[in-house]
């Protein structure tokens, strides 16, 4: 008995071993065991880890997990050896049934990254099962006229072995009157029956025992035994004969009830009523046939009651009785053999294994997904699948790895940003006709990986400021927006004042995003501040975006006007004079810009005498002739008002004290000063030298201004931009109505971004209220048509504004601060005009009047000054010089 154990676990190491060859060389991850069956708990089945080529240290941190394809949980593996060892008991009967193949197939997954692997373990079939007959005891009928070499058909055995296991061989004990006759079918079985080896005598032996042992091929061999009782009778000696022994019929599977399958016939060679034979299933076939299938009593047709399925059961095998009605009645037996044939009745079976989300948007090609395992009952083309995506043009795609495993792989890159989800659809196709399909739907999110920089919605903004803001004033909110999700797309603000600080004027909110004025703006001293504020993300790395701010402050009337102490001086008369005689002139600044810088002058109401003030000019006159009666009057104090055009109106008082004195009161002064050792001579030669210096001046000045003009005309024809340095003044035309602008660089700006002090530009738009005048193009006919003979030139129209486009381009402006003067940019040259008094009719000499004509690029200026200033009125007093500049 030792010596048959360890033969039997050689032959099964080898047989292991040979089978641990074959898998090997199959490659492609896939692995072949082989194990008895009842094998105990603990039995070693492999070194699956080694065979696997994973080291037994990465098992745990890998995830390593094994799972069987639809079975219980017979083989475990140990981690921390890496062997695969049964973990409960097999039988391979239960398992597989009669199937000369049964095996357990394994599917091993690994993490990081997923991996799949294929094992098989072949359960080996062992002799544990001895042959057994279906009952105990089976009697016989036979009546003693039968003929020697009657056979007697017996009940088989079964074993529920396989191959040798299963190889059955039967004997009975020795007798007189039977002999065991044993016929080998067509599918290798064997079926064993008696004959009948001399003629039987009831009265002699009425009743014969017989013992019917089976064994089968095994090692050790196992025997099963069935007990005989043969009755003899001495009546009917005819039993009723089928034309066949074995009746062989296929029907489709899932037939309905009442299905025709075959009729059986049966013979009898007797008369009478041992003639009539009835059909009846034997007693010896399980319950289950006789609820799936019924014969006809008298017909010996067979139907279908029950459910018939090929995956159940694809083959029926039925004992059959015929037997007549004598006395004694005997039988005749046949066997139907009924073969199922396999319908597409199954659809496929779609089982999700794993499952790695959610996918990294810069997760790689070739990224293993899913693990899909698909299924189908059916057999042959039936039970062939294939397996499909949709939608399509999607970046994933399913590879065939094993049978019916597909893995679900990255085909393509990923965006987060255009598509956050994907929703695909596995479809399934088994190859029957009809054809059947299943599908499962698999949801895939995608992972935000921090791939997108905070974005602005425009490169930079433009604000205006009023300035004398309140301090921590909310000026303007940035927003930058960022696609990606969760802290990826978490923005912060800062100002980015590296290279200015400006965070004593300016702060911005980090989570909203707001810009804050820390302290009030004063338009005076600041009109433009220009920063960049950056934006960040929270993701790992952070991104980072930037947007340009440009504060620009507007002026408000929150500065009076100044005037010079020095237009305040005593000024002496000699009377007579004559009306309109320039007496002094007033002047007044305005720190303020545009509107809120443009001075008006008026007399108070408290005045009284023969004095004007020009509106704009500020020059005092008289209104009409003082003789010499008037200058007994003594001195007189003039109080003008002077008022800027800002809401509120903000205004000055300036006086002049003006002495009239009589000519004899003058030659007495000269007298007296002649007694005291003076001389009025001085006097007379100062006012002759002011004369002469007033009048090279003039000249000095109109010789200037043709020079300009030529220059400007030349420049015209060019079509050339007429472009100023630093300090110098510039023009703007700013509408198609003629608008006009002007402006003083006196004043700086803070930019964040350079970090340098630069221009700034005050700059005031408006349209002139005057009547146009036409300029010809031509610059030799030097034409000028002038309509506007007002005394005071007109006020700019109210529509005034702030342009920010002529922001960046500005490098200076002409600024008219006076009547009679022009100022060229600040420290550039610096011209006084002489004054000079002239008809009420006429505009002042000095004056620079804004651009007038017809058409809309006429930007042109006219420059319009008069002689020096003269005592004695007359034609040459109300002569002046027009010089026409064209600005392109």
């Not at 089978?19 to 699956?48: C, D, K, N």
């Not at 997990?65 to 391979?92: A, C, P, T």
């Not at 893995?407 to 059947?436: F, N």
Request: aromatic share 6%; with cysteine.
């Amino acid at each position: 008995m030792v010596i048959m154990r360890i033969e039997f676990w050689v032959r099964r190491r080898l047989l292991q071993l040979v089978l641990l060859h074959t898998a090997w060389e199959m490659g492609s991850g896939q692995l072949h065991y082989s194990v008895p069956e009842e094998s105990q708990h603990g039995t070693f089945v492999g070194r699956i880890a080694q065979d696997l080529g994973l080291e037994v240290s990465e098992l745990v941190p890998r995830l390593f997990r094994m799972e069987s394809q639809g079975h219980e949980d017979y083989f475990k593996v140990n981690l921390q050896n890496g062997i695969l060892f049964v973990n409960s008991r097999i039988d391979r009967e239960e398992l597989c049934a009669k199937s000369p193949l049964c095996s357990i197939h394994l599917e091993v997954i690994v993490d990081k990254p997923l991996k799949v692997f294929h094992v098989e373990v072949e359960i080996a079939d062992i002799n544990d099962n001895a042959p057994i007959f279906s009952v105990t005891e089976q009697t016989l009928i036979i009546a003693e006229s039968r003929l020697p070499y009657s056979p007697f058909p017996l009940e088989s055995a079964s074993d529920a072995d396989i191959g040798s296991n299963a190889l059955l061989t039967y004997k009975i004990n020795p007798n007189d009157y039977f002999k065991l006759n044993v016929v080998t079918n067509e599918d290798h079985t064997k079926s064993a029956g008696l004959e009948l080896k001399k003629p039987l005598d009831r009265e002699d032996i009425s009743v014969h025992h017989l013992l019917l042992t089976a064994t089968d091929g095994g090692k050790p061999e196992l025997t099963g035994t069935v007990q005989l009782v043969i009755n003899v009778l001495d009546v009917n000696d005819n039993a009723p004969l089928f034309n066949q022994s074995v009746y062989k019929v296929r029907i489709p599977e899932n037939p309905v009830n009442g299905t025709h399958i075959i009729t059986l016939n049966a013979t009898d060679l007797d008369e009478g009523i041992s003639k009539d034979v009835t059909y009846s299933f034997s007693s010896l076939v399980p319950l289950k046939v006789k609820h799936t299938f019924q014969i006809g009593d008298s017909t010996g047709e067979i139907k279908v009651i029950g459910p018939l399925d090929y995956e159940d059961i694809n083959l029926w095998e039925i004992q059959v009785v015929a037997e007549d009605k004598g006395n004694p009645p005997l039988a005749g037996h046949c066997k139907v053999v009924i073969e199922i044939l396999d319908m597409n009745d199954n659809i496929p079976q779609l089982s999700l294994k794993s499952l790695s989300v959610p996918v990294p948007e810069d997760s790689p090609q070739g990224t293993m997904v899913a693990l899909i395992s698909i299924s189908d009952r059916d057999s042959g083309p039936n039970g062939q699948v294939s397996c499909s995506l949709w939608p399509s043009g999607i970046p994933f795609k399913l590879v065939s790895t094993f049978k019916n495993y597909y893995s679900l792989m990255l085909e393509e890159t990923l965006d987060r940003e255009q598509m956050a989800e994907y929703v695909l659809v596995v479809m399934a196709h088994d190859e029957g006709i009809p054809s059947l399909s299943a599908s499962s739907t698999l949801v895939v999110p995608i992972g935000d990986v921090n791939d997108n920089a905070p974005a602005f919605a425009q490169p930079s903004y433009t604000v205006f400021v009023k300035e004398n803001n309140p301090p921590g004033a909310h000026i303007f909110t940035v927003s930058a927006s960022d696609p990606d999700v969760a802290e990826n797309s978490l923005v912060s603000y800062w100002i980015d004042d590296k290279l200015w600080p400006l965070t004593s004027y300016i702060s911005v909110h980090s989570e909203s995003g707001k810009v804050y004025a820390l302290q009030p703006l004063d338009y005076e001293e600041l009109k433009l501040l220009e920063f960049q504020v950056r934006a960040k993300d929270a993701g790992l790395p952070s991104l980072c975006g930037n947007v340009t701010i440009q504060v620009f402050v507007v002026d408000e009337n929150d500065n009076a006007p100044e005037v010079s102490r020095a237009a305040e001086s005593p000024i002496m008369l000699v009377v007579p004079i004559k009306a309109g005689h320039a007496v002094g002139k007033i002047h007044a600044l305005d720190a303020d810009s545009g509107y809120n810088a443009w001075l008006r002058y008026e007399l108070h109401e408290a005045n009284n005498g023969p004095w004007r003030v020009g509106l704009y000019s500020g020059e005092i006159s008289t209104t009409r002739a003082l003789d010499e009666a008037a200058g007994s009057g003594g001195s007189q104090n003039i109080l003008v008002l002077v008022k800027d055009h800002g809401k509120p109106v903000l205004s000055a008082t300036a006086t002049l004290s003006v002495s009239l004195v009589a000519s004899t009161q003058a030659i007495q002064a000269d007298a007296h000063l002649v007694r005291m050792g003076g001389s009025p001579k001085p006097q007379v030669e100062n006012v002759n030298v002011y004369l002469i210096i007033a009048i090279c001046s003039v000249s000095s000045l109109f010789l200037l201004v043709v020079i300009v003009y030529i220059s400007l005309r030349c420049r015209c024809q060019a079509k050339e931009a007429m472009v100023y340095g630093p300090g110098t003044a510039t023009l703007v035309c700013a509408s198609e109505v003629g608008s006009w602008s002007y402006s003083n660089r006196h004043s700086h700006i803070l930019a964040g971004v350079s970090g340098e002090a630069g221009a700034k530009s005050d700059l005031m738009v408006f349209t002139p209220n005057v009547p146009v005048f036409a300029m010809n193009g031509d610059a030799g006919n030097g034409k000028e048509l002038i309509s506007n003979s007002s005394d005071e030139p007109k006020p700019p129209n109210p529509d005034w504004r702030y342009s920010a486009s002529l922001r960046a381009g500005m490098q200076g402006a002409v600024h008219m601060e006076e009547a009679g003067g022009l100022r060229v940019g600040p420290g550039g040259p610096e011209q006084q005009w002489p004054t000079v008094s002239s008809a009420t009719t006429e505009p002042e000499a000095g004056e620079v009047s804004p651009p007038v004509g017809a058409g809309v690029n006429s930007n042109s200026w006219t420059f319009k000054y008069g002689p020096g200033n003269s005592k004695q009125p007359g034609p040459e007093s109300k002569k002046q010089t027009q010089v026409s500049f064209l600005l392109r």
